[in-house]
């Protein structure tokens, strides 16, 4: 069969190198990939908003299925426009990934159908959510109610920064749209757990735990960013935390959306906080995550494609979803001075290494093909995973991998996975 992978990061070459080992797939492409995925895929370039020139693509090639990997086209509704085609395609409908597209939607329902999360309010004019600071606890979160690239949660210590976020979110709107409406929440304090799984509308199947870096420096400082890394699986994700969220997480949330008239297929990315009072829902995505995707799917024992196809089809239920008893680590080698400014198109050295080996992986996020070689293109450029026996072992193993690879400006965080020491 062939496939279209939907994106350029580290998530599409992560998902387009488990699509690669399926013997039901002959052909793979990717729009508009990066130099990474061309290894593995025909890269073509067509933007993921461009759904128009997706869907003659798709058409055209005769795509068996295609997978969106961001959350921009899914939130548009290009799964929408690829079946209105006739096409089959992974992924949640518009109106399933209002999902991750609204925090202040999935904080409604989460209310409505008492699935656990944080106490909050919903804004739409910005003196209205400065007078409810003016009563409110701090610390506190703000959070930009659309997409924002992960970069849309402001946790303010005071009044002063709390007013100082209402106007950058609400009013200079620097998330644009995504800032028309706020959302206050309450700050929860614990591990944070993400759980990434598989839906089908009516089943829900769980990966295997992982946990962020979020912030760009050491010891959780600087900005926060798409991500610096991860590690899989969480230790703090115990048996009893699995049992309560499978009970009034996981299946109620799949409910809800079908209780809505909005059935959800594809993936559910849960970010919980493991609180005193119990694990609470953090923020929904609808799509996997990036990085966590770089160190979930290499531990997954099954064919990727069986297991959307069953999402598609409904069958999820008679999957036996496996992974790995072992762990990964995944640290991303990013350009110095990301989130914020940084230069782009040096060339990296040391890609080779990788090849042939089956325990260390370099997914490509930010990076370009030249006559000069592969070079930086983007904030994060690379991330480099690896497994081990253990996350001790993984993590020494991710870190010694990172030396492997050289480029000018290369940046990283060197204490991802440091909380397993403390575990």
Same mark, same amino acid.
């Given at each position: 069969?062939?496939?279209?992978?939907?994106?350029?990061?580290?998530?599409?070459?992560?998902? &387009?190198?488990?699509?690669? @080992? /399926?013997?039901?797939? $002959? %052909?793979?492409?990717?729009?508009? +990939? *990066?130099?990474?995925?061309?290894?593995?895929?025909?890269?073509?370039?067509?933007?993921?908003?461009?759904?128009?020139?997706?869907?003659?693509?798709?058409?055209?090639?005769?795509?068996?299925?295609?997978?969106?990997?961001?959350?921009?086209?899914?939130?548009?509704?290009?799964?929408?426009?690829?079946?209105?085609?006739?096409?089959?395609?992974?992924?949640?409908?518009?109106?399933?990934?209002?999902?991750?597209?609204?925090?202040?939607?999935?904080?409604?329902?989460?209310?409505?159908?008492?699935?656990?999360?944080?106490?909050?309010?919903?804004?739409?004019?910005?003196?209205?959510?400065?007078?409810?600071?003016?009563?409110?606890?701090?610390?506190?979160?703000?959070?930009?109610?659309?997409?924002?690239?992960?970069?849309?949660?402001?946790?303010?210590?005071?009044?002063?920064? &709390?007013?100082?976020?209402? @106007? /950058?979110?609400?009013? $200079? %709107?620097?998330?644009?749209?995504? +800032? *028309?409406?706020?959302?206050?929440?309450?700050?929860?304090?614990?591990?944070?757990?993400?759980?990434?799984?598989?839906?089908?509308?009516?089943?829900?199947?769980?990966?295997?735990?992982?946990?962020?870096?979020?912030?760009?420096?050491?010891?959780?400082?600087?900005?926060?960013?798409?991500?610096?890394?991860?590690?899989?699986?969480?230790?703090?994700?115990?048996?009893?935390?699995?049992?309560?969220?499978?009970?009034?997480?996981?299946?109620?949330?799949?409910?809800?959306?079908?209780?809505?008239?909005?059935?959800?297929?594809?993936?559910?990315?849960?970010?919980?906080?493991?609180?005193?009072?119990?694990?609470?829902?953090?923020?929904?995505?609808?799509?996997?995550?990036?990085?966590?995707?770089?160190?979930?799917?290499?531990?997954?024992?099954?064919?990727?494609?069986?297991?959307?196809?069953?999402?598609?089809?409904?069958?999820?239920?008679?999957?036996?979803?496996?992974?790995?008893? *072992?762990?990964?680590?995944?640290?991303?080698?990013?350009?110095?001075?990301?989130?914020?400014?940084?230069?782009?198109?040096?060339?990296?050295?040391?890609?080779?290494?990788?090849?042939?080996?089956?325990?260390?992986?370099?997914?490509?996020?930010?990076?370009?093909?030249?006559?000069?070689?592969?070079?930086?293109?983007?904030?994060?450029?690379?991330?480099?995973?690896?497994?081990?026996?253990?996350?001790?072992?993984?993590?020494?193993?991710?870190?010694?991998?990172?030396?492997?690879?050289?480029?000018?400006?290369?940046?990283?965080?060197?204490?991802?996975?440091?909380?397993?020491?403390?575990?």
């Amino acid at each position: 069969m062939k496939v279209l992978i939907v994106g350029s990061g580290g998530r599409e070459h992560a998902i &387009a190198s488990s699509v690669a @080992k /399926s013997d039901k797939v $002959d %052909k793979i492409y990717c729009a508009p +990939g *990066n130099a990474g995925i061309g290894m593995i895929a025909e890269c073509v370039p067509i933007g993921a908003m461009e759904f128009d020139k997706l869907v003659a693509f798709a058409k055209e090639k005769e795509i068996d299925l295609t997978i969106v990997g961001m959350d921009d086209p899914l939130v548009g509704g290009l799964i929408d426009e690829l079946e209105a085609a006739g096409l089959r395609a992974f992924g949640p409908r518009k109106n399933a990934a209002i999902l991750e597209g609204s925090k202040a939607f999935s904080k409604d329902l989460m209310k409505k159908y008492n699935i656990p999360t944080a106490a909050y309010e919903n804004f739409t004019d910005a003196d209205e959510a400065i007078a409810y600071l003016e009563q409110a606890d701090f610390p506190i979160v703000l959070k930009a109610d659309g997409l924002a690239l992960g970069k849309g949660v402001l946790i303010c210590q005071n009044l002063e920064e &709390a007013k100082e976020g209402v @106007k /950058s979110i609400m009013l $200079d %709107k620097q998330f644009g749209s995504a +800032g *028309n409406t706020l959302v206050i929440e309450e700050f929860m304090t614990g591990r944070e757990v993400s759980v990434l799984s598989y839906v089908d509308g009516k089943t829900i199947k769980t990966m295997t735990s992982a946990q962020d870096h979020k912030r760009a420096g050491d010891g959780d400082t600087g900005l926060n960013t798409g991500g610096m890394g991860t590690f899989s699986p969480s230790p703090f994700y115990t048996k009893e935390v699995d049992e309560f969220c499978q009970k009034y997480i996981y299946q109620p949330t799949v409910d809800a959306m079908a209780a809505e008239g909005r059935e959800f297929k594809g993936i559910i990315f849960f970010g919980l906080m493991l609180t005193e009072k119990g694990p609470k829902v953090l923020e929904y995505n609808a799509r996997f995550g990036d990085p966590e995707a770089q160190v979930v799917l290499p531990r997954m024992k099954n064919d990727i494609i069986e297991v959307l196809e069953a999402c598609i089809d409904g069958t999820l239920d008679e999957v036996d979803l496996q992974f790995e008893d *072992n762990a990964a680590v995944c640290v991303v080698l990013a350009s110095d001075g990301y989130p914020v400014k940084y230069e782009k198109g040096f060339v990296i050295e040391g890609l080779d290494k990788f090849e042939g080996q089956d325990s260390y992986f370099c997914f490509h996020a930010g990076t370009k093909k030249t006559e000069e070689g592969i070079v930086t293109n983007g904030g994060r450029v690379l991330g480099i995973t690896a497994k081990g026996a253990d996350l001790k072992q993984a993590r020494a193993n991710a870190y010694a991998a990172t030396k492997w690879v050289t480029f000018e400006n290369k940046y990283m965080r060197n204490d991802i996975g440091k909380a397993i020491d403390e575990a």
